[in-house]
């Protein structure tokens, strides 16, 4: 679940923001320690994966991906099936809850991560951008 960001924290009106990834939810796409340039009040559409309050406990910021559009909101889902924490535990997320859409995704270097090629390979693949997914996880789940 990510951070709060200073962003968040000071109700600054600024469209972009920062969090961070903690825990597993969302393997493959994320991982824990990951950081996300998050893009507050964009349109989301199924696919997405978005930041949203956790409808429960509101000062608890969540990643999830947006599964399908329901009466009364968005049924949220987490790439990882194993780890819960979306939908399936809590139901529909109002709208208003939606903070934001997830537009990049960077990995911080390890300090191990020293030599040349570990540099180089860090390089290459810790930053990328967060796609939307072409078919949603619930119709996903549904074919299996």
């Known amino acids: 679940m990510p951070e709060l960001s200073d962003a968040e924290r000071t109700g600054s009106t600024l469209p972009f923001g920062v969090a961070e990834?903690?825990?597993?939810?969302?393997?493959?796409t994320l991982y824990h320690g990951d950081r996300l340039l998050v893009h507050y009040g964009a349109r989301?559409?199924?696919?997405?994966?978005?930041?949203?309050?956790h409808p429960f406990q509101q000062d608890l910021l969540v990643v999830k991906r947006i599964a399908e559009r329901r009466?009364?909101?968005?049924?949220?889902l987490g790439d990882n099936g194993y780890?819960?924490?979306?939908?399936?535990?809590?139901?529909?997320?109002?709208?208003?809850?939606?903070?934001?859409?997830?537009?990049?995704?960077?990995?911080?270097?390890?300090p191990a991560q020293r030599s040349p090629l570990a540099l180089l390979t860090w390089a290459l693949s810790a930053a990328r951008p967060v796609f939307s997914s072409d078919r949603s996880a619930s119709r996903r789940l549904r074919a299996r």
């Open 21 to 28: 990834v903690t825990g597993p939810s969302m393997v493959p």
């Open 44 to 53: 989301v559409r199924v696919g997405d994966v978005v930041v949203l309050r």
């Open 71 to 76: 009466d009364g909101g968005w049924w949220v």
């Open 83 to 110: 780890a819960g924490g979306d939908s399936t535990d809590y139901g529909v997320v109002p709208d208003e809850l939606v903070l934001g859409k997830v537009r990049f995704r960077y990995r911080p270097r390890k």
